[in-house]
Nanobody, 115 residues
Framework: QVQLVESGGGLVQAGGSLRLSCVAS????????MGWYRQAPGKQRELVAR???????NYVDSVKGRFTISRDNAKNTVYLQMNSLKPEDTAVYYC?????????WGQGTQVTVSS
């Protein structure tokens, strides 16, 4: 079992920045990958960025060069630094952890980018 708690969402103007945090607790040593997903109104949830336990990272094309995923193992925390935000980045952002074939999700944090 893994528990995930996100924070850091909010309202920002286009071009601004936000940093999301996700603190993991529980069976964290069994986590094989952690990532961030987002879901905009009327759209499917999509992967934004993902990092494996071995450090492999991938991003959705629309955020490459603007978003950065990172982790602090001492704090059991994964971050998503979001720069040059655009109105189309508006969504609920969810932290995700993968243990074997089991996925765990945080409660989500709202990011709203005004134009």
């Amino acid at each position: 079992q893994v528990q995930l708690v996100e924070s850091g969402g909010g309202l920002v103007q286009a071009g601004g920045s936000l940093r999301l945090s996700c603190v993991a607790s529980g069976s964290i040593f069994s986590i094989s990958a952690m990532g961030w997903y987002r879901q905009a109104p009327g759209k499917q949830r999509e992967l934004v960025a993902r990092m494996t336990s071995g450090g492999k990272i991938n991003y959705v094309d629309s955020v490459k060069g603007r978003f950065t995923i990172s982790r602090d193992n001492a704090k059991n925390t994964v971050y998503l630094q979001m720069n040059s935000l655009k109105p189309e980045d508006t969504a609920v952002y969810y932290c995700n952890a993968l243990l074997g074939f089991q996925e765990y999700w945080g409660q989500g944090t709202q990011v709203t980018v005004s134009s």
